[in-house]
Structure formats: C-alpha cells, structure tokens
C-alpha cells in the first residue's frame, strides 16, 4: 500500500474575536450603572486615561488614527453574527406616578439586628439571658423571622426550653411589630396583640383561614364562623393591612438604581433624542501623555508600555462611543414605529419585534438585544426600559396591530371601573374589548389579568 502526501491551500472566512471586539460587545451590554464601574476600573489601570467634566478628548483620536479609519464606525453586524441573543429577564420600572421616591432606593443606616439589640438591652439585666438574647436576635433573618428553633437554642446553652421562650417572647414585644415569629400565623397574631385586639373572630380568622383569606373565600369562611360575608370582607381587609415581613424596612438587598440612558423630549412638533451622558462623558487621554509619546524621548520600554496603554484607551472610548450611537440609533427607530405610544400613551404601543428594528438600522438581532437589555430611557410618560417597546400582540378589527402591553392596559382600566359589587367576568371583559376592536379569547384575558396581579371576578367582589 502506497502513502501519498499532498499539499493543499484553502481559503475560508472566520470570525475573529479580538479582544477589542470583545470589549465592544461587552460595552454594549453594560448598564449605565456596570459602564460606571468598568472605566473606573480602566482608569485605575490605564494611566493615560483621565476623566474630565468637558465633552472633550475625542481630537486625539482623529489625530491618531488611521486615514482610512477616521470615518468609519464599529460594524456591530460583523461583530455580532453568529452570536445567540442575550437571555432577558428584566421588565418595566415605570412609575404610575412619574414620581421620584427617594425611600425607594436609600440604602439602610441601621440592620434590624441592630435596631433590636438597642431595645433588648434596655429591657434586659440578666447577663445570661443577654447573650440568649442576643443568639436569638442574630437568628432572626431578613423577612424579621426565627430561623432557629427554641430546642436547638435550648440545647447550645444547656437551658431550659421555657427560659428561652420566655426570653423569645420579650424579644417579640420588641419593634417592629411580629419580629420573632417563627411562622407568619405566629407574625400576625403578635401584630394583633400589640395593637390591643381583644375581638376572638379576628384570631380565630387567622388560626385557621389563612389559606382562605389569602383567596378571598368570603363566602366559606361567613359559614364556618356562622357570622355575616361583609363582617367577614372586613375583618380580612383589616388583616391585609398587618406586614407579613416584618423586617422589611431593614433588609438591605435589593436596592436597584436606575439611570436612563437616552432622554427623549417633544420640543413643538419634533421628538428629540438626547444622550444622559451618565458614564463615559469627557474620558480623554492625559495631555501629559500625549507630549511624551509625541516627543519621541524618553526609555523604550517606557514608550512600548504606554503606546500599549495608548492603543486600549484609544479602543475604549471609540467603543463607548459607539455604544451611545447604537443605542441612540435604536431609539430613533423605536420613536418612529411607536410614535402613537409618545403621542397618546402606552394604550397606543403597537407590537414589535428586535428583527424589525435591527433590520431597520442594519445590525445584528443581537446588537439590538445588547442594545436594549437593562437600558432604560426617559419619556414624557415615564421611565421605561427599551425592552418594554419590544412585544408581540394581536390584530384589531381595523387591520391594525396591537401589543400586549397595551392590551393589559386596557383591561386594566376596564377592571377599574366596574363595580366592586357586581366585577366583571373575563367573558364580560372580552365583550368590552371586542367593542374596541380588539379581539382576544377569554382564555387570553385570564393570562393577562394574572400577569397583571388581578383576581378573578369571584375574588374581587366586596359584600
């Protein structure tokens, strides 16, 4: 058998992910908030950057670049072919109310862990019972409930179980209201007494109809307790209104800032698209620097070492830069297809899709998915995350398209009007909408109306 070796030349097309493109994409996807945090990063790193309040910075580049560069942008298309669209989990912030409530984001000064020990102490001399206290304090979590057991406390300090009830239940008279508890049962009924509620229905309701309360089983609950349906609404209304979560003013997680990026604004008849510039305005390469690349002098690795720094932070401002394009281009487009939304509000938001609007700038699906994810824009009707202007929906008896969103919303009105004695079935509710040219299934409506946090007719009625 006779081996033959040959040689032959192929030509074939790849894409290389340089570490500049990575950045790009990665940029692209940043928050304004993750953006912040990233230059941080690159200013402790790179000492030719500096940032500065003046939109300025941006001659050195055109100075330094290539001829045939000067003008020509990052193709995202080339960038991002090939790439699966990033998962969205986010959803909208808007505010009902367009109103900015500082509450909503303070960070906490004071655990409740904390806020606790400063009352036991005050109430507490003996040293022993102090440092069961103090264990059963540091048991309690987050939501304000018992993590531990009083058997498992009992055993670490070789103590009678009762002592450490004892110590648990002035440990619950403590504020807020319900800490302690070991189960919600337990929260609410602390809450009632600490109110002074001497009335037994109101415990009872609690002992044993949580889960019924919970579903608005009015009419089953009057009968067991054998008292009238109304009493029965409104002693539960009055339960809705204790804190399943006692702990809940102290917890410090969570805290979400939202920063838009594009603020968008009607001036006559024109919508203009105005970048917030939050996170890579005025990033600009350190005048001292410049001189001493351009002088030529100086140690040759001390010039390698800084054309190498040169050269990223040159790539890092061209990506922010065309980041705020891509992002701004999206916008546009998104303003010109929901231009009814800017107009008459969200009731108008038609459906639409990342292909559209990529096709219509001539990027990649997922550069608008990039684009979009996690960045939020400034309307007239609110704050809004873009991914909130991207949705499917259905076809009104005109021809034209509606989008799910919009046809929450009116379902949503629908539900606000109708009388609270007599609420609306979902049937009833797509009768409504079909006299508004929307056409959708009584199974759809249900969908929606859960998405929404709605109940059904039988659990929205008041007696």
């Known amino acids: 058998m006779q081996i033959e070796f040959s040689q032959q030349l192929n030509q074939s097309q790849k894409l290389v992910m340089t570490s500049q493109l990575q950045q790009a994409i990665q940029i692209l996807q940043f928050t304004s908030l993750e953006l912040e945090r990233y230059i941080d990063e690159q200013l402790e790193k790179n000492p030719v950057l500096e940032k500065t ?62 806020h606790l020990l400063s009352q036991y102490s005050l109430v507490m001399a003996n040293p022993k019972h102090i440092e069961v206290g103090e264990y059963i304090i540091n048991s ?40 302690g508890a070991r189960t919600l049962e337990e929260c609410l009924l602390i809450q009632l007494r600490s109110l002074g509620i001497k009335d037994e229905k109101i415990y009872t309701l609690i002992k044993k109809h949580l889960c019924d309360i919970a579903s608005n089983r009015y009419l089953y609950i009057a009968k067991q307790l054998g008292i009238a349906t109304k009493k029965v609404q409104d002693y539960c209304d009055f339960i809705k209104t204790l804190e399943p979560r006692p702990g809940r003013d ?33 990033l600009v390469i350190r005048s001292d620097y410049k001189k001493m690349i351009a002088s030529g002098d100086g140690n040759p ?54 292909k559209e609007v990529a096709d219509e700038i001539g990027v990649h699906e997922s550069t608008v998915s990039r684009a979009t994810s996690g960045k939020y824009v400034d309307t007239p009707f609110g704050t809004f995350e873009l991914r909130y202007f991207f949705s499917g929906g259905v076809e009104k008896d005109t021809g034209e398209g509606i989008s799910s969103e919009s046809v929450k919303v009116f ?32 199974r759809t409506v249900a969908k929606y109306r859960d998405e929404l946090g709605i109940l059904s007719s039988s659990r929205r009625k008041r007696y």
């Open 411 to 442: 379902i949503k009105d629908i539900i606000s009007r109708e009388d609270c004695k007599k609420p609306l079935s979902d049937e009833k509710i797509v009768n409504k909408l079909k006299n508004k040219g929307i056409n959708i299934s009584r």
């Open 301 to 354: 690795d001390v010039k390698k070492f800084l054309n190498a720094q040169l050269d990223s932070a040159v790539w890092l401002i061209k990506n922010i830069e065309q980041r705020k394009r891509t992002i701004r281009e999206v916008c546009k487009t998104i303003v010109r297809k929901q231009i009814a939304f800017f107009e008459n509000g969200k009731k108008y938001l038609k459906p639409m899709t990342l």
């Open 250 to 282: 102290f917890a410090r997680s969570q805290n979400r800032y939202i920063i838009s990026d594009i603020i968008i604004k009607k001036i006559g008849n024109e919508y203009i698209i105005l970048d917030n510039d939050y996170g890579g305005s005025g």
């Open 53 to 114: 309040e003046e939109i300025a910075g941006n001659e050195y580049l055109q100075d330094t670049e290539p001829e045939g560069d000067k003008t020509k942008k990052i193709d995202w298309k080339e960038y991002t072919e090939g790439f699966d669209n990033s998962e969205y989990t986010g959803g909208s912030y808007y505010n009902e109310d367009n109103e900015f409530n500082p509450e909503n984001i303070a960070a906490t000064e004071i655990t409740l862990q904390e």
């Open 140 to 179: 309690i979590d987050d939501r304000g409930y018992l993590t531990a057991t009083v058997e498992e406390i009992a055993s670490y300090f070789n103590e009678e179980q009762h002592v450490i009830e004892d110590i648990l239940q002035i440990i619950q008279s403590l504020e807020p209201a319900g800490v």
